[in-house]
């Protein structure tokens, strides 16, 4: 996977499509908003620059119903990582002096969107735990990809998706990120495959 340039100014973003950022699985959020009702939450967990999240503000704008659409990122990125060893957020972090988290929210904001959305600057398992069990529609992982971050992101978040609510993630691909495959095969077997390099799992109603 090569890394998008992280240099795009918020000058000139106006779109989910100017951010840069690996994201192209949107048909998924829509399917979100026409699966769940009004008043459900969404959580994304690993934003980076915030393409994906924007995203989804916008198609939950689009449905012109009211869901709750959080975005969870320590804005520190995930080092290096992959078969690369690339660290794909590394610039982003300098640029801002140490984190981009300014660069996302004017992103956000860039975007017409950051009144809809609420950011948390949290590592994703201390996030976790300010959520109550069972109370989230549907959580998307796309934070570190090591084996070890994916495990410990799932045993975070599963308990807090409702019945009847997903728990996805990206990057499912043997190829590129062995351990995201692994870990959700061990610790979610009835997890599958859904879109392009993404999988999900629908917890037991
Ligand atoms: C692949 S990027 C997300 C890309 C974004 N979803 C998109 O498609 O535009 C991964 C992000 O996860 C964040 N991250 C890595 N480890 C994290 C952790 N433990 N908790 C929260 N965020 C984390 C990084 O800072 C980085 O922004």
């Known amino acids: 996977m090569t890394a998008p340039s992280h240099d795009a100014t918020t000058d000139q973003v106006t779109h989910w499509s100017d951010i840069p950022g690996w994201f192209h699985w949107r048909e998924g959020q829509q ?3 026409a699966t769940f009702p009004e008043g459900s939450t969404f ?61 996302l929210h004017r992103n956000l904001i860039a975007c017409g ?14 996030a976790a735990d300010l959520f109550a069990d069972g109370s989230l529609t549907w959580v998307h992982l796309d934070a570190r990809h090591d084996y070890d971050s994916v495990v410990t992101d799932i045993e975070a978040w599963a ?25 959700v095969t061990d610790r979610l077997p009835d997890a599958h495959g859904w879109l392009t390099a993404q999988w999900r799992w629908l917890k037991p109603a």
């Open 31 to 33: 399917d979100a908003v």
């Open 113 to 126: 969107v950051a009144d809809d959305v609420h950011l948390l600057v949290s590592s994703s398992p201390r």
């Open 43 to 103: 959580v994304e967990v690993g934003c980076y620059l915030g393409r994906s999240l924007c995203s989804l503000a916008d198609v939950v704008a689009g449905s012109g119903r009211d869901y709750t659409v959080i975005g969870i990122d320590t804005c520190q990125g995930s080092g290096a990582e992959g078969r690369a060893n690339e660290d794909a957020h590394g610039a982003a972090v300098d640029e801002g002096g140490g984190t981009f988290a300014g660069l």
């Open 159 to 183: 308990p807090k998706v409702r019945p009847g609510g997903w728990l996805s993630g990206d990057d499912y691909d043997d190829l590129c990120w062995p351990g995201v495959v692994r870990a």
